[in-house]
């Protein structure tokens, strides 16, 4: 049975860092993109960030260029994302997901995790 | 504001069919066949239910189906049933790397 575990998030003062984890199980991972997919406190969900299966290529929304970082360690069947310089925009409930499509199309996201919840306040 | 344009609410009755839309514009939905929808219950992950348009992933019902006409996607789900109650959202690859949502509908079944 597929599986994403997600771990990290809480609550971090503006201009702070955090990082999210997001343990996979149940299914090849090497061989699936990844994303991160954020959900507003209006409910609206926002594209992230996607990491192709091998890990050489990245993507980021233009809200989160320059300030987050994905990546993955298909030895050890994780997904990370690093974000830098949290502000409360930053705020929501984050989501790693699995691609539906091999391991290069993010675009349809087969499978999420449980979702974290990152609060940036002072 | 979300790229792609979801009408707030919709509603049927059970048994009915109900066909939610997505708006985006020609650098998107209109462009390329990458329409997703999610299904989504309170307080639970989203669950994909359509992909690349019209495909079904294992396990969705058939009454579940997606469609798209120029820069409008549709998913149309047939013989409403209660537990069919959520939120639903569209998304779309818009080039350059970026994948755009909508806004969401909520869907209340009568």
């Known amino acids: 049975e597929e599986q994403l575990l997600q771990s990290g998030g809480g609550l971090v003062q503006p201009g702070g860092s955090l990082r999210l984890s997001c343990a996979a199980s149940g299914f090849t991972f090497s061989i699936f993109a990844m994303s991160w997919v954020r959900q507003t406190p209006r409910g609206g969900l926002e594209w992230v960030s996607a990491i192709t299966g091998s890990g050489g290529r990245t993507y980021y929304a233009d809200s989160v260029k320059g300030r987050f970082t994905i990546s993955r360690d298909n030895s050890k069947n994780t997904l990370s994302l690093q974000m830098n310089s949290l502000s409360a925009d930053d705020t929501a409930v984050y989501y790693c997901?699995?691609?539906?499509?091999?391991?290069?199309?993010?675009?349809?996201?087969?499978?999420w995790g449980q979702g974290t919840l990152v609060i940036v306040s002072s | 504001q979300s790229a792609l344009t979801q009408p707030p609410s919709a509603s049927g009755s059970p048994g009915q069919s109900v066909t939610l839309s997505c708006t985006g514009a020609?650098?998107?939905?209109?462009?390329?066949?990458?329409v997703s929808w999610y299904q989504q219950h309170p307080g639970k992950a989203p669950k994909l239910i359509i992909y690349e348009v019209s495909k079904r992933p294992s396990g969705v019902p058939d009454r579940f189906s997606g469609s798209k006409s120029g820069n409008t996607a549709s998913l149309t789900v047939s013989g409403l049933q209660a537990e069919d109650e959520a939120d639903y959202y569209c998304?779309?690859?818009?080039?350059?790397?970026?994948?755009?949502f909508g806004g969401g509908t909520k869907l209340t079944v009568l």
């Open positions: 997901a699995k691609a539906q499509v091999g391991s290069t199309s993010y675009y349809g996201a087969g499978y």
């Open positions: 998304s779309s690859y818009a080039g350059s790397n970026n994948l755009v």
């Open positions: 020609s650098s998107d939905v209109g462009v390329y066949n990458y």
